[in-house]
């Protein structure tokens, strides 16, 4: 099989590639390197049956026959989409219909990769696939949520239409090694600050909640969808939920820093909690995550001590 993975040089992406070379398939990767890094991807170099190619999906665009084009293209972090939030909106509108439009070329498969973001700030918890959100659509955030919302209703449009067989995860908050440690998410921030003797950035009270999947899984999860039927969203995260407060001290632990908590004001329309209810995920998949947060900050620990003392050097 021949499987084009659009944000292929990202943190999650990059993960992706690995993981269908690992199954003996052919990988394109197509990013434009706004917020994925080739860097993610240097130890495939030498892999012959894996291809990088920079270029931006905004445009039409044509990477040769495929039969599975996973659409992962998108800045992910708050940070990374606010900063690139007309891109963002771009890669979620044209870069979606792009992307069906090379799967419905070569009568390939979609996969969308969408996000927890589409429950906004959840009135409904834990979230279920049912649950169609609380988004402020013209608030700071929305260029992330509504772009990915829009990319929903363009795969299902797709699907219905053009009978394309397509896929949808919501992906909730996942972390690990690749992360970009100035992505500005809660966990590279975290442990950037404890890795260097800093106070941790508590946004708010810290009383918001989180729900942290660890990368393997969520791909794990992600390649049990990519195989099954089913056209409908699914989320895929772990459903341990963790105030930010909680988090900090998680990382305190993990790295044996003695840092501090220093408040800062929270950002506009942060959701107050977020839990995925992956009931969906374990009736048709089988699949439930098995890394818990102190296993997967430990995981994560090497890498992020080498990008710190990289970054300082
Ligand atoms: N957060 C924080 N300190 C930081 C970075 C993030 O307290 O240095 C909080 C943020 O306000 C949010 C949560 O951590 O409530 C998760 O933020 P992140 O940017 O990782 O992703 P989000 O889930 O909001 O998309």
């Known amino acids: 099989m021949r499987a084009l993975v659009t944000g292929g040089a990202g ?5 992706l590639c690995e993981a269908m070379l690992a199954e003996g398939h052919f990988v394109v990767a197509a990013d434009n390197l706004l917020t ?26 044509d990477a040769g026959p495929v039969d599975f084009v996973f659409h992962f293209a998108s800045p992910a972090s708050p940070v990374d989409y606010m900063a690139h939030g007309v891109e963002t909106l771009q890669v979620g509108s044209l870069g979606t219909f792009h992307a069906l439009d090379v799967a419905r070329r070569y009568g390939a498969k979609f996969f ?10 959840p009135l409904e918890h834990p979230q279920k696939e049912t649950y ?5 659509p013209v608030g700071p955030r929305s260029v992330y949520d509504e ?14 239409y053009y009978k394309l067989d397509t896929r949808i995860v919501r992906i909730f908050n996942t972390y690990g090694p690749r992360m970009q ?18 106070d941790l950035t ?7 909640t989180r729900s942290f999947c660890y990368v393997t899984d969520e791909i794990e999860g992600i390649l049990r969808l990519a195989r099954s039927q089913e056209h409908q969203p699914v989320n895929i995260g772990n459903p341990n939920e963790f105030t930010v407060l909680e988090c900090a ?9 003695n840092g501090k908590l220093r408040f800062e004001p929270l950002p506009q329309d942060d959701p107050k909690q977020r839990r995925p209810d992956i009931s969906r995920a374990r009736t048709l998949l089988g699949w439930e995550p098995k890394t818990d947060l102190e296993t997967g900050l430990k995981l994560s620990l090497d890498y992020f001590r080498q990008a710190v003392a990289a970054e300082a050097g």
């Not at 049956?49 to 270029?55: A, D, H, N, P, S």
């Not at 969308?112 to 700030?121: I, P, Q």
């Not at 508590?202 to 918001?208: A, I, K, L, R, W």
């Not at 001290?249 to 820093?257: M, N």
């Open 147 to 160: 772009a990915k919302r829009f990319a929903e209703a363009a795969t299902m449009a797709y699907h219905r």
């Open 36 to 61: 994925g890094r080739a860097s993610n991807l240097a130890h495939l170099a030498r892999e012959p049956r894996f291809e990088l190619r920079q270029l931006d999906i905004i445009q039409p665009f």
């Open 202 to 208: 508590v946004y708010g009270d810290g009383s918001q």
């Open 132 to 136: 169609w959100g609380n988004v402020n």
């Open 11 to 15: 943190f999650l992406g990059s993960y």
């Open 181 to 198: 440690l100035n992505d500005g998410r809660v966990i590279p921030n975290f442990m950037k600050q404890a890795l260097s003797g800093q």
């Open 249 to 257: 001290r998680r990382v305190l632990a993990v790295t044996g820093s």
């Open 112 to 121: 969308l990769a969408s996000t927890s973001e589409c429950y906004g700030d």
